[in-house]
């Protein structure tokens, strides 16, 4: 805390300061999950929510401690301050002395409660961006997540076709429109699809040049249904969006 006084009371000494470090938000994917299950995204939500949560707790807790110990400084230097304004005043028989020193043992005070101020403000500031950095945090380990099943694994169409089945109803046959990296694959898995599909006689399976690999639309005589990963991932985003933006 830095010294603005003048007084033979007061001593100079190094500034103060309050030292909050950035909060580390590193991707951390122990484990990959098979796109062929449903990926729990309000688990990994709030797994991330956890960890942030736990450093900004540290964070805080070593901040709050800094300051303690800078406001009791400051009062002992207070206290000081005005003992000997006192004794002073008291041996020189000038009331003006002790009053210079209770005025400048004020002004100590008040530095130090400005500097709690601040601390608390910091404070805020940080839990008010930690939803925003949580929020990024999740896209980010999702999109994560499905680049590498989409990267790593024909079977990913498998699973994103069985998610899009799921919700097909009173169809007997179905178009599904893949990507031309994905075709051959999903062409000699068409068995295997039938499987999967309840009440589903036919399936003509078509390269749509427009579709990225991993993308996957399915048309029923009732509409069409895209399940494909990139639409999953952007209404992810969305969601997440529209939570950030509502508080």
């Not at 796109?35 to 956890?50: C, P, Q, S």
């Not at 099943?149 to 089945?165: F, H, P, Q, R, S």
């Not at 991993?214 to 399940?227: F, N």
């Amino acid at each position: 805390m830095s010294r603005i006084f003048k007084s033979s009371y007061v001593t100079v000494g190094q500034k103060k300061k309050i030292g909050i470090e950035s909060i580390p938000l590193e991707i951390k994917v122990e484990k990959e999950k098979d796109i062929r299950e449903e990926i729990d995204y309000e688990a990994i939500h709030n797994e991330k929510m956890k960890e942030i949560e736990k450093l900004v707790k540290q964070r805080m807790a070593e901040a709050e401690k800094q300051a303690q110990t800078i406001i009791h400084d400051a009062y002992e230097d207070a206290k000081g301050i005005y003992e000997n304004a006192k004794k002073d005043g008291f041996e020189k028989g000038r009331p003006e002395g002790y009053e210079t020193g209770k005025d400048e043992a004020n002004l100590l005070i008040k530095e130090a409660l400005n500097i709690k101020n601040e601390v608390l403000k910091t404070k805020k500031n940080i839990v008010e961006g930690l939803e925003e950095q949580s929020i990024k945090l999740v896209i980010h380990t999702v999109e994560k997540i499905l680049n590498k099943e989409v990267k790593d694994t024909y079977d990913t169409i498998i699973g994103l076709v069985k998610a899009g089945l799921s919700k097909c109803a009173y169809t007997e046959s179905l178009v599904l429109r893949v990507s031309p990296d994905d075709y051959n694959y999903t062409e000699s898995a068409k068995n295997k699809i039938l499987c999967l599909a309840e009440n589903i006689d036919d399936i003509t399976i078509k390269q749509e040049p427009s579709l990225k690999k991993g993308s996957c639309i399915i048309d029923t005589v009732s509409g069409s249904i895209d399940c494909s990963i990139e639409t999953q991932l952007n209404q992810i985003k969305s969601l997440f969006t529209e939570i950030l933006e509502s508080e």
